[in-house]
């Protein structure tokens, strides 16, 4: 037999997996990407990120910057272009901007040549734009007008709270129903080739996501779209009390039911979504990737002191065991090398 390379040895004994023979292969598995911040922050990838586990971007709105991406060995990656397109996350004002087609014009002059010279691969439209309270009809037509001056080739992809597909009720509540009601969630825009949803375990439960996939995503979906999942990647800060964490990363008391028991540790919860996300992805050739939320918080340089009780910190980069098995399932989606994995 030939030798195990130290990186799986040190893998496994660090994390605790098994790594079990398996037939399934998902061709179109091709893309891993973490969300450097979160809640829609844009900023240049994170300290610690390289291109052995992570082969695109999709949080990054400088055009400039991709060049550089490409020089330190990162595929073409995702232009976000929510701001040229809509008014800022939580602004009082929602829905497209009235001057979107001359601002998308502009950045389609900096977008074409990297695309050209395949330094980009498409755009990002944002994240949880409906959710936000834009309309149905306002995402429809922004994806229609960046599809409609795109190659073929190029991507559009765009991610969505649950909410809008999942919960109608919950989306009135905070929008309005000629948002909710009215507009609704009809299907997928065409335009559109990417779709995920994040979904955590404050939220729900690993199975309650496949089911929002399984009944509200892939009925409204065409047969070329393709989907990515963005399962949770957090941690509490560090003397936070067990129940506190029990609450945050394994609630018993979900719209899905209880998660499993994670024992006051965020890490145990986070590698066991972890390792179901990948094997689901892996083995359903609608996905395309999967990009965890999230890697560390906004200027975060050095490991930062939280408060106790705080939730959704203090994020990847800062949690080793979660970070080495994401860094693996990484690398084999980059490298089109899939494996079956189970806790051991």
């Known amino acids: 037999m030939g030798r195990v390379p130290n990186l799986v040895l040190f893998w496994v004994v660090v994390v605790g997996v098994h ?23 844009v900023e240049y990838p994170g300290d610690e990120m390289n291109s052995s586990f992570i082969n695109f971007f999709f949080d990054i ?20 272009v929510r701001t040229v397109l809509f008014y800022p996350r939580h602004d009082t004002q929602k829905g497209l901007r009235p001057d979107y087609v001359q601002r998308w014009n502009a950045t389609l ?97 690993f199975e309650g996501a496949q089911r929002i996939y399984r009944e509200k995503i892939f009925p409204k979906m065409n047969k070329e779209q393709r989907v990515l999942f963005v399962p949770p990647a957090f941690s509490c800060s560090k003397g936070s009390s067990a129940g506190f964490v029990d609450r945050f990363c394994c609630a018993n008391k979900t719209r899905d039911g209880a998660n499993p028991d994670c024992k006051g ?62 860094e693996r399932i990484g690398m084999e989606i980059v490298s089109g090398y899939q494996r079956e994995l189970s806790f051991g």
């Not at 709105?61 to 995702?78: C, H, I, N, V």
């Not at 689901?280 to 106790?308: E, H, I, M, S």
Request: glycine share 8%; proline share 8%; aromatic share 14%.
């Open 265 to 326: 540790s965020c890490e145990n919860a986070m590698k066991d979504w972890a390792i179901k996300s990948y094997n689901w992805a892996r083995t359903d050739g609608r996905f395309v990737g999967l990009n965890p939320w999230y890697w560390q918080q906004q200027n975060t340089k050095v490991r930062p002191t939280y408060p106790k009780n705080h939730s959704d910190v203090p994020g990847l980069r800062w949690m080793n065991e979660t970070r080495v098995l994401y």
């Open 61 to 80: 709105d400088r055009p400039e910057l991709f060049p550089a991406l490409a020089d330190q060995g990162y595929g073409p990656s995702l232009l976000h």
């Open 109 to 205: 002059g900096a977008l074409l040549p990297l695309i050209k010279k395949k330094l980009a691969m498409g755009v990002f439209l944002g994240d949880e734009l409906c959710w936000d309270c834009v309309g149905w009809n306002d995402l429809k037509a922004a994806a229609d007008l960046v599809r409609s001056t795109l190659p073929r080739s190029a991507v559009i992809y765009y991610n969505e709270a649950f909410p809008p597909l999942d919960d109608v009720g919950m989306w009135n509540a905070s929008c309005g129903p000629n948002i909710a009601l009215d507009q609704g969630y009809p299907h997928v825009p065409k335009s559109i080739d990417w779709l995920s949803i994040d979904y955590y375990p404050n939220e729900g439960t």
């Open 19 to 41: 790594i079990l023979p398996t037939n399934s292969y998902n061709p179109n598995l091709k893309y891993f990407s973490i969300w450097n911040t979160g809640a829609g922050a």
